[in-house]
């Protein structure tokens, strides 16, 4: 019985690497045309991805936020070439009409559950025993994910402008894999190969809050699933985007994995970092139980049971498969099964508690999210499914109608982004 059809809780997935699929001819020989950092570490944070560009014989392309200024990450580059830029306040016109990036926006200018808008937790309050002092913890905010998200996309239109056939996205916390490694990638990338790459984190895994503790507590959890930290992408093919929630790198890349068009050819490294953050979690959840639900629909589509591959079924049918999400039902029985997953991390943290304060810390950060998955509804889940499939077609109207430019000063005006620094590029 296929989702949607049924009652039945939608149980985690704690795997997804076999709808990857893993052996590509490399017959496709290409270029990278730029590697792209959306950039909020200081500036020493892009040494290796400096390197790597040089490497590769492409311009190093970085998007500038936080601690990333453009005149620091300039003198970055003198040593290569490329150019910095800042996000304008307001982004070009194809960003701006994305009703997904409403949502978010919404979220953040009202309290509560605004119209059109994602769940916003309330305001902790906690008390300090010893001091009396009043802290209050907002716990969701999606500005991390609005900032990166537009960086991507803003690199995607600015990739378009230019004519660039391939690129590749990298994070400022992530080791790139061997210069080999990525121009073999690039080999798989073609017209019946690959449509994009990607090099998941399994040094420190690049996972939710949620995955962490599954893993912490002895449940079965994988780490080698696809990830946007390093992620070469064919330009050439109809391009998707990336919405303004955690987890926009599975929905940039759910169409590709649904098609069976994604390569892994590796894996990298990433800074390690707090996991078991409860903030985190609470900004983590809305995502997590999206991209989790969306990505149990390809387990059990019906090109998959028929065909056993999704990409050879008609173009019709394959459009077929996130049609549950568009509904409350499906993401009901989603949210019954998030709910049952994170009790049971919960209850085992519970018990390791009892002898370990790091599993105390670990709990505090799953009840963040159990607490924040109270306040997610089905009827929320299926508006913004909705709203994402609406996107995808304006983005690629809006994509259609960008001029190619020549120069990189042409294409960041066409943008309106006026904040921006050349090195050794047009």
């Known amino acids: 019985m296929l989702y949607g059809e049924s009652s039945q809780p939608v149980a985690h997935r704690p795997a997804h690497a076999h709808l990857v699929r893993q052996d590509w001819p490399e017959v496709f020989p290409d270029s990278v045309c730029a590697v792209v950092v959306p950039a909020s570490r200081p500036s020493h944070h892009l040494a290796a991805a400096v390197t790597l560009a040089e490497e590769l014989g492409c311009p190093l392309v970085v998007a500038c936020s936080g601690r990333a200024t453009v005149s620091e990450v300039a003198a970055e580059l003198e040593r290569w070439q490329g150019v910095a830029f800042v996000l304008p306040a307001e982004p070009p016109t194809a960003v701006r009409r994305l009703r997904t990036r409403h ?128 992620l070469l992408v064919d330009l050439t093919r109809t391009l998707p985007f990336f919405p303004a929630v955690y987890n926009e790198d599975w929905l940039f890349c759910w169409e590709v994995v649904r098609d069976r068009r994604m390569a892994m050819p590796g894996t990298v490294d990433q800074l390690p970092y707090n996991p078991f953050d409860p903030r985190r979690a609470a900004r983590e959840e809305f995502g997590d139980v999206l991209g989790e639900g969306l990505f149990a629909l390809l387990h059990q589509s019906p090109a998959d049971l028929l065909l056993g591959l999704v990409g050879q079924g008609p173009g019709a049918d394959r459009g077929r498969i996130a049609e549950p999400a568009r509904y409350r039902a499906y993401w009901e029985q989603v949210l019954a099964g998030r709910r049952a997953m994170l009790g049971e991390v919960a209850v085992r943290l519970r018990a390791l508690a009892r002898f370990s304060p790091a599993a105390t810390q670990q709990l505090e950060a799953v009840r963040a999210g159990q607490e924040q998955l109270l306040r997610i509804t089905a009827p929320q889940l299926a508006e913004f499914v909705t709203l994402w499939l609406q996107d995808l077609h304006t983005w690629r109207y809006e994509l259609a109608q960008l001029r190619r430019q020549e120069t990189f000063k042409a294409a960041l005006n066409q943008l309106g982004i006026d904040e921006f620094q050349r090195v050794g590029v047009m």
């Open 103 to 230: 949502q978010v926006l919404n979220t953040r200018h009202r309290g509560g559950h605004s119209a059109g808008g994602l769940p916003r937790p309330r305001a902790k309050v906690t008390v300090s025993p010893a001091s009396g002092a009043v802290a209050t913890d907002l716990a969701y905010d999606p500005a991390p994910y609005l900032d990166a998200s537009t960086k991507r996309n803003v690199a995607l239109l600015l990739a378009r402008q230019l004519g660039w056939r391939r690129l590749l996205f990298l994070d400022d916390d992530i080791q790139p894999p061997p210069v080999a490694e990525i121009r073999r990638a690039v080999s798989m990338l073609g017209p019946t190969g690959a449509a994009m790459a990607s090099w998941p984190a399994h040094e420190f895994p690049d996972n939710s809050v949620a995955c962490h503790a599954r893993r912490a507590v002895g449940l079965p959890q994988d780490t080698s699933f696809l990830a946007g930290g390093c």
